[in-house]
């Protein structure tokens, strides 16, 4: 406990001593864990948002204009007797038209200057969730594409698998530049911490003469670094909730409007404790580094 509270107080210390380079120091581990938290929080809600959406999963039977009400009575009895189906709505081209203006407020002027409907009426299926996971669900959509007065049919599992994927790769992606931002942190910081090392070198070599532990020696710089890891990822955090509440302030309506009343989050407890860590274990990565200079 005493090397801890050494460590600390030193590493304090020379936080303060060190004023730009310091600065500099955070700002790097502040914009490694900014870009790291951006991605975490866009993955996070696109998850959240891809559960919810496939725990309601539907598909949409779009019908020709000129369907009869035999042929969509057809397609309706072939819906209820699939035993794919949890529930059904029929949405007519009026109410369709009255949705997308409703949704698209921005867009609802266009619909005015056209002189017809160009919204199909339609009929959207609630997908029981076991007939999805058997493969029942995806066999029926093909058959009744095939149905006479069906214009065309859309399944929301396609396009979600397709947006999981994306996400995939772009956490990939992001996880690799933020891998190395967190190197470059890791180096600014050790190149900050030397620096202090240098102007504390008559010390550290009397602490030497004198037989101080190892832990005394170099633990002021571990810590030091830990402290810029730690600062560094909270200023990130604040950044990214002021970005966040930015956003909502801004576009919340119109996002929820996209969503289908669907609400972004931010972080959750554990993810922005994990943040909080990650900087700090970066901190003290280039802060051991650079101790290893010091013995």
């Known amino acids: 406990m005493r090397a801890i509270d050494y460590a ?11 004023g730009r380079s310091t600065a500099f120091a955070i ?7 900014l870009v790291l938290g951006s991605l975490l929080l866009l993955t996070w809600n696109v998850d959240q948002l891809l ?33 794919v189906a949890e529930g059904r709505e029929y949405v007519s081209k009026a109410e369709a038209l009255t949705r997308f203006r409703r949704q698209f407020t921005d867009l609802a002027a266009l619909t005015t200057d056209l002189g017809d409907n160009p919204f199909p009426a339609s009929l959207e299926v609630q997908v029981r969730p076991g007939a999805e996971s058997n493969g029942r669900a995806d066999a029926f959509v093909k058959q009744v594409a095939t149905l006479p007065g069906v214009a065309d049919v859309r399944y929301d599992r396609e396009w979600l698998a397709r947006m999981a994927s994306g996400l995939n790769a772009l956490r990939g992606a992001g996880f690799a530049l933020a891998f190395l931002m967190a190197v470059a942190a890791a180096v600014t910081v050790a190149a900050v911490v030397r620096l202090g090392l240098y102007t504390r070198r008559e010390e550290i070599d009397i602490m030497k003469l004198v037989g101080s532990p190892l832990a005394f020696i170099r633990g002021p710089f571990i810590a030091e670094g830990l402290l810029q890891g730690g600062f560094g990822a909270v200023v990130a955090l604040v950044l ?22 669907a609400s972004l989050q931010f972080l959750p407890i554990r993810e922005a404790i994990l943040l909080v860590a990650g ?7 280039g802060g051991f580094a650079a101790s290893r200079h010091a013995t």
């Open 51 to 83: 559960t919810q959406w496939t725990s309601a999963t539907e598909f949409s039977v779009f019908l020709r204009d000129d369907a009869t009400s035999e042929q969509r009575g057809a397609i309706e009895a072939a819906v209820d007797q699939s035993g």
């Open 279 to 285: 900087g700090m274990f970066v901190g003290a990565a």
């Open 240 to 261: 990214l909730w002021l970005g966040f509440k930015a956003v909502g302030a801004w576009w919340g309506a119109d996002l929820a409007a996209i969503l289908d009343g």
């Open 27 to 33: 700002i790097a581990i502040a914009l490694a864990a």
């Open 8 to 18: 600390l107080r030193q590493a304090w210390a020379s936080l303060w001593r060190g």
